[in-house]
């Protein structure tokens, strides 16, 4: 049956990777990001009919109240909501400006915490599924990314006491921690180099990442868990 699913971040990356598969299984997309030509354009590239781009920054809890409004009154209940707006500002936390540390706490963990909360409204008489997008490194730790990896492994304890607090309305929370995907976020990585030390030899495509979140917000019986999608890196990390 058609849902309507709401993508943070799906402008472009693994969102949009996410928002084209869910259009392509039949569902009516909202793309949202900071963006809104961007989120737009994406919305139109969608197979199908009916999607739509918003403008909201993650990070202020009105924005997302405002965006919730607006897409519950435009298309109605929310069934599976994607949270994978995020942003890196990678550095040794010696040297991390307390700017940057407030931007990635605010965008990565509080972003995910405001669009569940508001998403929920809605579920809450008809269920639905939530999918965040973590990462590798907030399960194993990397140097240069205390804060990032704080910011996702903190997502990861939301999803999980989430998952129990809403599984009796039949609303499953799940998370998905990728690796390194073929994106804007790496886009200053070596894929020759850093890739050697991934198991699989290659970073991975957002499809890919994509496939893994479809495949939680469909199973019926999942809930409280994390699927890493990472071609093996935790295994070396
Ligand atoms: P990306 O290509 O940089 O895309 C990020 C998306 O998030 C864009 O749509 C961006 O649009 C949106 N965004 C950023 N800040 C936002 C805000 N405050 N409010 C609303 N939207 C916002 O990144 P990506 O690689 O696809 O990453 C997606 C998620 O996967 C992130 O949470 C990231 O941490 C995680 N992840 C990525 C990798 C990787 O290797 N790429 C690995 C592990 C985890 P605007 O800029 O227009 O807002």
Redesign the pocket.
Known sequence: MSKLGVV??????????VARLLAQRGHRVVV????LE??QATADSLPGGEHIGL??????EVEVQKAFETITKTCGPVGYLV??????RDALLLRSKYEDMV?VL???LL?SMLTCRAALKSMLTVGGAIVN?????GVKGNTGQCV?SA??AGLEGFTFSLAKEVASRSIRVNLV??????????AGLKEHEDGRKIPLGR??K?EE?ALAVLFLLESPYVTGQVLLV?GGLQLVM
């Not at 943070?8 to 990777?17: D, H, K």
């Open positions: 943070f971040g799906g402008s472009r990356g693994i969102g949009c990777a949202v990001s900071r963006n961007a989120a403008s909201c920054d993650v990070s202020k949270n994978a707006a995020g942003i890196n931007s605010h965008t990565n972003g997008i973590g990462s590798v490194v990032y910011s996702k921690a990728p690796g390194l995907i073929q994106t804007d976020m790496t970073f991975g957002p990442v990472d």
